[in-house]
């Protein structure tokens, strides 16, 4: 059964976020010809990893396989050192970060499809997020100046957008009531 508004299920209650897979960002790897223990404490059903550079990359020992992850560097603008990137094992994307979900790979949609949980928060109503947003711009600016009437108008829009939001809501909400929930008030108190 799909979850509804009201009904206190989970619309997809195997929504796969980043802050449940264990993951290894590039500023976590060792020195060549050093190796590091990798335990994560928060994901119960993380393995213990192990990781090593070699020549040809790093190598991700976990659950007793190893993985060869390439690594692609190129020099930075106006000589500020050498950028490198993971080339996931998986889609061959450029990635600063691979992540653990029964293999190793990124959080692309063609690869583990992972997302943020952000995206998920107050999806009945994005306009609430915006506005929140909006605030915290409205915060950080002098509030004479343009950029304050010009975020002003933009938190005045969504407000707008919010209460078209919840009239929408409530009247779809009233329809439902009169076509469902007053047959079954009637036939209850007879």
Known sequence: MVAAIGTGGIPRPNRRLLSHAPRLPIKALPAFSKSVDLGWQIPASAPLTRVFRTAEGVVIETGGTAVLVTMRSWPMPLGRGMRERFVCPKCGTFRDVLHWRGEWGCRGKDCLDLEHASRHDLRWCPAVRRRARLLRKLARVSPRGLKARLLQA?????????????????????????????????????
Do not use: F, V, Y
């Not at 078209?164 to 076509?179: E, F, G, Q, V, Y």
């Open 154 to 190: 933009q938190i005045a829009h969504q407000e707008a957008a919010m209460l078209a939001n919840l009239r929408r809501a409530n009247r779809d909400l009233t329809k439902r009531i009169k076509r469902h929930g007053g047959r079954r008030r009637a036939n209850s108190g007879r």
